[in-house]
Every structure is written in structure tokens, then in C-alpha cells.
């Protein structure tokens, strides 16, 4: 069938607004090219290698942030993968025979070894697709389906890397260092277990190779909050935070979230971020400080800025509740008919206690500096063609025998019956731990 012309387009993710028909009326089974210009049956696959996922291409929140040009080593060249088009493009591929079998069926949180504290962030993970890692991208492997991406939110963080960047003195962020982190237990999400999750999803999520995950997570979700929340009126594709502006107030919201886990004041968050308000041009601090993150853009556009200005929210919500963190967090989360906290439209510096120019003392335009909020193909499907379509990438990911298993095994967990690990331990340190730790 001829494709459309340029002029011809549907409003569609790319590369699927080149195919004649949605993605979601082609019947399983049939596996396209990645310019989606050529295709195949799974039953005429002869063989299959995946992307070798290494430490370069990772970024808070992005399992493929660079993508490789050319070069081996040092001499390596990476481009930068914008989210809107997000693709793995990996600089070796290795094949299913060389790997376990567990690895091609299990998402995992993936954190880069090689940082410093000296550095923006220290502490860089992501949930990772369905690949192999090798030795600077670490893997933390979880037991339950909605670990992963709340795991993610915690590693990457400002109140972890915090204390990542006291612990760490040297160049790599081994795992004897990563283990002694104290990452938050699953009781701490016990009235929490579909707003952190889902956060970590909306920001690591946009992407076809991560609709097992939206699956397992929106029954998470429905059962905590109701089916209305995910598989309702809500288009699979418009939950992702792929625009500047969406990935900049989830992380804001994420990181506020956290902090009030913690169990941080205002005073202590602020003492976080110290020296984080100076004016462009004049960054400076400790060296161990976050003021180098977003350094080259207005104070009240930085995400260290914003994400003060969302934990204020987030204690007035926790007060209004009557002192009662939970039910703060989760009125933070839920506002705005569901959306969480907003990017402001103005701010004032000042009336938080920060800044040290006259800017700081006017209020400055936030939002709108920011561009859009979504894409247009984010909501050109009706939500069941969404998620019709979020299950065919999942039934090709996982093959026909997987896709059931993870059927069967959600509706166990809908019963309230035990159901298989996510991935076994292959080594020592990975083994459950009996203290109950998030991951293993």
C-alpha cells in the first residue's frame, strides 16, 4: 500500500503517521521496520539481537537519551534522542541466544556507574526496556510490576542524590555505595502505591517499548483509584511527559513528593538547594551543590527553583490536611482534577525567599517560556484505539506466550494472589533482601 504523501500525513506519533492505516488495526504479529516503511511476521523472524544498552546512553529518566554515530571508546560520537521521537540507537546489538531469557522479557531500572559529585547530578537511572546492560549501566532488578518506575523516582531524586554526592568521592557509583542508599521501603508507599509509580511511568514511559509496564501499572492504578484514572477517558499516549515543559513539572512534582517522604521541612529542602537562585551568569556554590543544574537558563525556569516552589505547595497541602503526610502528598498529586501541581504561569522569586536580584523581586513568566504540554499526536487516537494499540506493542514485545502470562498473571494480582517474580536474582547481591528494601 502507498504511503501518504508529506502533505497527506495523519496526526501521528512518527514514525506511524506515514502507515496508511493506525497502528492499532494491524494485527499482531506483524513486526515493522523502525521507519515503519517495511514489515514482517513473527513467524518469519530468523533471528533476533537487541540493543546493548551502555552507560552514554543513559539519563535520569531516559533509557535513551544519545544515540551512537560512530567511533569505538573515547573516540565515540553520540547525538542527543529528543523524547517526542524516542528510539534506542545503540552502537552494538547482541543476540537472544548469548543472553538469559528473563532479560528479553523484563523491564528493570538501569543506573549509570560512571559520575561524580562534582557533576549536575550524580545519581543517573532510568527503567529501561526489554535489553541487555553492560557494566556502567548497572541493574536493579524489583519484584513487583509497579517497583520499577517508583524506584526511578526515588534514585533520581534531589534528596537522594544529596546524599549521594556526600557519599561519593570518586568516579563511580559502585554498588556497595548504591546499597547503603536509603531508599524508601514499600511501606513508605503503602497509601502512595499508584501516585509515585505513575509519576515515575509518565516520565520514563513514552515509548512503544514500555506498554507491558503502562498494562501492568494502570491495573495498579485502577484498583487504588479507580478504572476511571488510566484505561478511561485518558488516551494512552497523552499520559506520557514528553515535552520540555511536561518532563520539567513531573520532575518537580516527583521530587517535592519524595522530599515530603522524607520527611524534609521547608528549611531542609532549602539547605538541599542552596545557591541554586543565583542569576543566569552567575552560578556558583559548593562544590558538591546543584546549582550547575539548569545554570544556563533564568532562575525561575531551573528545575532545582521549581521544584521549591511545588515543595511549598506540597507543605501547605500536608497542613491543610491536618499535619498528615500521606493525605498531603496524595492531595498534591490529585489536584487539578487529577493533574498533579502546575508549572506556575508567573513567579515571584522573593515570596518564596529566594533570588538575589531585582528579577527576583518581579514576577517573571513561567509557563509560557516553556512551550506546549503535549504534541498533537498525543491526542489524535480515541482512548480505546490507545490502548488497543498499547496492547499489540506489548503482545509483539513479549511474543504471544508472554503477552498471556502477563494477562494471567494481572489478573492474580486483581485477586489478590501471589504471582511470579518480575526476574529472578542472578547474583549474590542481587538476592531478596530480608529487611524488605524496595529492590533487590
Not at 21 to 39: K, N, T
Not at 106 to 134: E, H, Q, W, Y
Not at 258 to 282: K, N, Q, R, W, Y
Request: hydrophobic share 40%.
Amino acid at each position: 500500500v502507498k504511503p501518504p504523501a508529506e502533505g497527506e500525513r495523519r496526526c501521528a506519533q512518527p514514525p506511524y503517521d506515514t502507515l496508511p492505516i493506525p497502528r492499532a488495526d494491524i494485527p499482531e504479529g506483524f513486526i515493522l521496520s523502525r521507519q515503519a516503511d517495511a514489515w514482517i511476521r513473527e513467524g518469519q523472524v530468523e533471528d533476533v539481537a537487541l540493543p546493548f544498552m551502555q552507560g552514554a546512553m543513559l539519563h535520569q529518566f531516559d533509557f535513551s537519551q544519545k544515540g551512537w554515530i560512530s567511533g569505538t571508546g573515547l573516540q565515540a560520537r553520540w547525538t542527543r534522542i529528543e523524547w517526542e521521537n524516542k528510539i534506542l540507537a545503540p552502537q552494538f546489538l547482541m543476540g537472544v541466544d548469548h543472553m538469559s531469557s528473563e532479560i528479553a522479557a523484563t523491564a528493570k531500572v538501569v543506573f549509570r556507574r560512571i559520575a561524580r559529585n562534582t557533576d549536575a547530578r550524580t545519581m543517573i537511572a532510568s527503567l529501561a526496556a526489554r535489553v541487555p546492560c553492560g557494566d556502567v549501566a548497572s541493574v536493579l532488578r524489583t519484584r513487583e510490576p509497579w517497583q520499577p518506575p517508583a524506584l526511578a523516582v526515588i534514585l533520581n531524586s534531589l534528596s537522594l542524590d544529596s546524599i549521594a554526592r556526600l557519599r561519593i568521592t570518586g568516579t563511580h557509583v559502585d554498588y556497595h555505595y548504591v546499597k547503603e542508599f536509603p531508599i524508601l521501603s514499600p511501606t513508605a508507599f503503602s497509601t502512595l502505591r499508584s501516585e509515585i509509580p505513575s509519576l515515575g511511568l509518565c516520565l520514563n514511559g513514552g515509548s512503544v517499548c514500555i506498554a507491558p509496564e503502562w498494562i501492568a501499572l494502570s491495573q495498579v492504578i485502577a484498583m487504588a483509584r479507580g478504572p476511571h484514572h488510566v484505561e478511561g477517558p485518558c488516551s494512552w499516549r497523552s499520559l506520557w511527559r514528553v515535552s520540555d515543559a511536561e518532563r520539567l513539572r513531573g520532575r518537580s512534582c516527583a521530587d517535592a513528593a519524595i522530599a515530603g517522604l522524607a520527611g524534609f521541612s521547608v528549611s531542609d529542602f532549602v539547605h538541599i538547594l542552596a545557591d541554586c537562585d543565583h542569576p543566569l551568569g552567575e552560578a556558583r556554590g559548593a562544590t558538591t551543590g546543584f546549582w550547575r543544574v539548569d545554570k544556563d537558563k533564568d532562575p525561575e525556569l531551573r528545575h532545582t527553583v521549581l521544584t521549591l516552589v511545588a515543595f511549598h505547595d506540597l507543605q501547605q497541602k500536608i497542613d491543610a490536611a491536618g499535619g498528615d503526610r500521606d493525605a498531603g502528598i496524595e492531595a498534591f498529586c490529585n489536584q487539578n482534577d487529577g493533574e498533579g501541581w502546575m508549572l506556575p504561569e508567573t513567579l515571584r522569586l522573593a515570596d518564596y525567599g529566594l533570588g538575589h536580584d531585582d528579577r527576583a523581586k518581579e514576577y517573571q513568566p513561567v509557563a509560557g517560556r516553556l512551550g506546549p504540554r503535549f504534541f498533537d499526536w498525543q491526542f489524535a487516537q480515541s482512548p480505546e484505539e490507545s490502548w488497543r494499540e498499547c496492547h499489540l506493542h506489548a503482545r509483539n514485545l513479549l511474543g504471544e506466550a508472554g503477552y498471556r502470562q502477563l494477562l494471567v498473571d494481572l489478573e492474580a494480582e486483581k485477586r489478590r494472589e501471589p504471582v511470579r517474580l518480575v526476574a529472578e536474582a542472578a547474583t549474590e547481591h542481587e538476592k531478596p533482601d530480608p529487611q524488605g528494601r524496595l529492590f533487590e
